[in-house]
């Protein structure tokens, strides 16, 4: 899974890719940028599954990134790292569809391991809903295109016997 790191704080950025073992859970880290802005423009020419964000930063903020990617990158997962504890700021971003929301406050690399191997997990379980969907919605058109060629036979046949 390719993973964008996006944060302002430079030292941040630079040591959660340098600090994590990435590969180990099957992650690799193919980018990282400082803000929304520069994030969007990195997405429009890389593949990316999930990006690893901060809430506050310039120009574009975390939660507008997801909203942004939402509607551009619908694909693409979220995962929140923030020094607010806020429960709403929590609350939010899940509700907007991140995977996990990880204070930068009580983060130690003793908990990458569990905390990757949950993301992963959750990544892996909107894959398979993800595709539940798509075969669900499939259906659906297949059901309505036999409906329709049903109700025009049925038709032809009630013509057929009118003319009788």
Not at 10 to 24: C, F, S
Not at 43 to 64: A, K, Q, S
């Amino acid at each position: 899974m390719n993973v964008l790191i996006v944060d302002d704080d430079k030292l941040a950025r630079k040591g959660l890719v340098a600090i994590i073992d990435w590969e180990k859970y099957g992650f690799e880290v193919v980018g990282d940028v400082q803000n929304g802005r520069k994030a969007l423009e990195f997405l429009r020419n890389h593949p990316v599954d999930i990006v690893f964000t901060d809430i506050d930063m310039p120009e574009i903020d975390g939660l507008e990134l997801m909203q942004m990617c939402g509607e551009e990158f619908p694909e693409i997962k979220f995962v929140i790292l923030s020094v607010y504890e806020s429960f709403s700021y929590a609350q939010t971003a899940i509700r907007m569809g991140a995977l996990d929301y990880i204070s930068k406050i009580s983060f130690s690399p003793e908990e990458c391991g569990t905390i990757l191997e949950r993301v992963r997990a959750k990544y892996m379980q909107t894959c398979r809903d993800g595709h539940a969907e798509e075969e669900k919605q499939e259906k659906v058109e297949e059901l309505i295109v036999f409906i329709l060629h049903s109700h025009s036979a049925v038709e032809n046949d009630l013509g057929y016997f009118t003319k009788l």
